[in-house]
C-alpha cells in the first residue's frame, strides 16, 4: 500500500436536481469535492493510503468537508484551519444537446488565501511515494501557485515521484497567466496528463500536421507533442484522455499514453452520462494507482479508462467504484446487468 498525497482545495457544490436549469431550481443537490480531493477518494477506494492538503475555514461547513472526505478513508491530518469560507460552485447539469454550466464563487476562500506557516511540507511528504496535483490549484489565487511551487520542491527533494493534471480552467485564468505559471511547475513533474490544446496553448508548443485522417491522425499527433513535451521537460510519462462528445448525455471515452519508448492507444468506450464532473479526476487516480503499483503502461492505462468510464455513471464529484468492478469492466463486462 503506497502513501499517496494530493493537495488542492475542496468545494462545496451544489448542483441543481433533475437536470433543471439554474432559474428552475429551489432546492439545490449538495456534494464536496475537488480535483485533488477527488484522486484521493479514488485511491483510497483501490486501497492505497491517501493524504489530502488543503485548508478549510473552522466552521461546521468546513468540517463538512473534511468529513465527506474521512468516511471515504482519506487520511485528513495535514487539512489546516482557518480562512473566511469554504469555496462552492453551481452545478447546472447538462442534456442531449443542452451542455453543462459551472459557476464558480470561490474568491476568498480558506485555500485561496492559505500561507506558507499552515503546512508543514518536510512532515507531509516524509515517507510519501507519490504526490499529485492539478493545473486548478496554482490556478484560484497567486497565493496558491506559490505554495504549489513550494509542496512541488518539498516532494522533488523527498524523491516522491510527482504527476500533473493540466485541468485547464479558462473561468479561473487565461492561457497567458497559466503559461507563465505552469512552465515554470512542469520541472517538477515526472508524469504530466494533458491535451494537446494545454500542449499548444499552456506550454507554447506547436502540434505536428498530418495528411493522415481518423484514429490514425490522433495518435500521429499525440505522440509528437508528447515528445516535444518530454524533450522539453524531462517527464517519464504523459497521457491525454480522449472525449467525443456527441451531445452531453453521450460521450467516447478513450486515452492515449507514452513513455519516450511505446505509445498506446487504449480501447474506447461508449458513455451514457450521468454525471460527468470529476472523470478526469478518476483517469488520474487509476493512471497513478496503476504506475504506482508497477504495472505497464498499457495495463495503467486500461485501468485507468475503464475506471473513469465508470465514474460517468455516478452522480457527484467522487468515483466510487471498487477494483473488481474495474477489472471486471477491461475484461469485457460491460452489459450493466444487475449483480445478485
Known sequence: MAKIVTMGEIM???STPGYQRFIQADSFDVNYGGGEANVAVSLANFGHSTYFVSKVPENPIGESAVTALRK??????????????????????????????????RAHSSMAEAKEEDFDFDTVFEGADWFHLSG????????????????????????????????????????????????????????????????????????????????????????????????????????????ESYSASDNSWSACIYDGKEFYHSRKYEMRIVDRVGGGDSFAAGLICGLIEGKDIRESLEFAVAASALKHTIPGDVNLVTRREVENLMGG??????QR
Request: net charge neutral; proline share 2%; aromatic share 10%.
Open 136 to 243: 486548478i490549484t496554482p490556478a484560484i489565487s497567486d497565493g496558491a501557485a506559490y505554495l504549489t511551487e513550494l509542496a512541488l520542491k518539498a516532494a522533488k527533494e523527498k524523491g516522491v515521484t510527482i504527476s500533473m493534471d493540466f485541468n485547464y480552467r479558462k473561468k479561473l485564468w487565461s492561457y497567458e497567466k497559466a503559461n507563465k505559471v505552469m512552465t515554470n511547475l512542469m520541472q517538477y513533474v515526472d508524469v504530466c496528463i494533458g491535451s494537446k490544446e494545454d500542449a499548444k496553448y499552456i506550454l507554447g508548443l506547436t502540434p505536428v500536421t498530418t495528411e493522415k485522417t481518423g484514429i490514425e491522425a490522433e495518435d500521429y499527433i499525440y505522440r509528437d507533442i508528447f515528445q516535444q513535451m518530454m524533450d522539453r521537460f524531462g517527464l517519464k510519462c504523459i497521457a491525454s484522455t480522449l472525449r
Open 12 to 14: 462545496l457544490r451544489l
Open 72 to 105: 471515504y478513508n482519506v487520511n485528513c491530518d495535514f487539512i489546516a484551519r482557518g480562512g473566511e469560507r469554504l469555496g462552492i460552485y453551481y452545478l447546472e447539469p447538462g442534456a442531449s444537446m443542452r451542455a453543462s454550466n459551472v459557476v464558480y464563487d
Open 333 to 338: 463486462d460491460a452489459s450493466g446487468r444487475v
